[in-house]
């Protein structure tokens, strides 16, 4: 009996609500609004972004993950938004979240941001700090990271910091004795090299360094809004990170995609398969294309 888990990413939910980028007046964010009107709006696509929840509720997943970039500006106009979209996939159980770069794009009141998502980010093992936190379902656990920082102009970087990442050791490790597949959500690519100077993650070689010292069956993460499969490499195994572009591009270069994991105990070994559903147009909406499992490409 195999777990499934729909993962995507980077919804930039839009359009941008009327005097968003006003509020308590920023520069970074009302340059990330012109941003919006002049370049992305074309981009991201709602109807795109509803058409991809459907699909996912229609493919029936036991769970949800959401990694992040729910919105643009992280104007407290946007966060209420971003909470009514994703209440239509049900109830906080079901759907875990984690925060992206433009969700702390500038510092705002957690209150009116993130803390309205926060029944989505929360935990069933008890921790210090809200991260990482752990969810356990089945066999499976997923352990959800918040790279997230408010940064400067022109700086999309995220940082773990050492807190977490110690943190995530002790779980990984944890979680391996008790049995448990190991997922890991991050916003940002978890390794040196996917993402540009100013997009990565500045922490990215001590996270590889935990990662690889106690292991993980799959990481998962969005930010780049590409398809994308690297693997990092431990010596006695290879830990795949998956990314998956923007659930609301339009655009036929990098259109929106969601993954469906199907993660199966079988004869002692893990199994995973991955399903890729791409958004192919308004005729045809999301079609599989391309069906693997994650033991065969190792
Ligand atoms: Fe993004
Ligand atoms: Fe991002």
Same mark, same amino acid.
């Given at each position: ?5 729909? !993962?995507?990413?980077? *919804?930039h939910l839009g359009p941008l609500p009327?005097?968003a980028a006003? !509020?308590?007046?920023?520069?970074k964010r009302l340059l990330g609004a012109l941003s919006w009107h002049y370049r992305r709006k074309k981009l991201h696509?709602p109807?795109?972004?509803?058409? *991809? ?10 769970? @949800?993950?959401?990694?992040?970039d729910?919105v643009n500006i992280a104007s407290?106009?946007e966060?209420?938004? /971003? ?17 992206? +770069?433009h969700?702390?794009y ?9 803390? /309205? ?21 089945? +066999?499976?656990?997923? @352990? ?47 390794? @040196? ?24 069956? *799959? ?5 780049? !809004? ?22 609301s ?30 958004? *192919? ?18």
């Amino acid at each position: 009996m195999s777990f499934s888990v729909a !993962h995507f990413s980077d *919804l930039h939910l839009g359009p941008l609500p009327q005097g968003a980028a006003l !509020h308590d007046f920023r520069t970074k964010r009302l340059l990330g609004a012109l941003s919006w009107h002049y370049r992305r709006k074309k981009l991201h696509d709602p109807k795109v972004a509803d058409a *991809l929840r459907v699909d996912i509720l229609n493919s029936k997943p036991d769970h @949800i993950a959401f990694t992040g970039d729910g919105v643009n500006i992280a104007s407290p106009k946007e966060f209420p938004l /971003l909470l009514k979209w994703i209440e239509h996939f049900g109830a906080a159980d079901f759907l875990s979240y984690i925060p992206g +770069n433009h969700d702390t794009y500038v510092k705002t009141a957690y209150e009116k941001s993130l803390g /309205l998502i926060e029944p989505y980010m929360r935990g069933d093992m008890r921790g210090e700090q809200q991260f990482p936190y752990v969810r356990l379902r089945r +066999n499976v656990a997923l @352990i959800g990271l918040n790279s997230a920082i408010p940064r400067g102009f022109h700086s999309a970087e995220g940082r773990l910091g050492n807190a977490q990442r110690e943190a995530l050791r002790a779980r990984l490790v944890e979680l391996k004795n008790k049995g448990f597949y190991r997922l890991v959500m991050i916003h940002h690519p978890p390794a @040196i090299g996917i993402a540009t100077r100013y997009r990565s993650l500045i922490d990215a070689p001590e996270l590889m360094a935990v990662l690889a010292e106690a292991g993980a069956e *799959l990481v998962i993460h969005g930010h780049n !809004h590409r398809r994308e499969m690297n693997w990092l490499e431990t010596g006695a195994s290879r830990i795949p990170l998956i990314g998956v572009p923007s659930a609301s591009m339009a655009s036929p270069h990098h259109p929106a995609e969601w993954n469906l994991y199907s993660i199966t105990r079988n004869g002692g070994r893990w199994q995973t398969q991955v399903s890729m559903r791409s958004w *192919l147009g308004t005729a045809q909406g999301f079609q599989t294309v391309g069906t693997f499992m994650l033991d065969e490409v190792a």
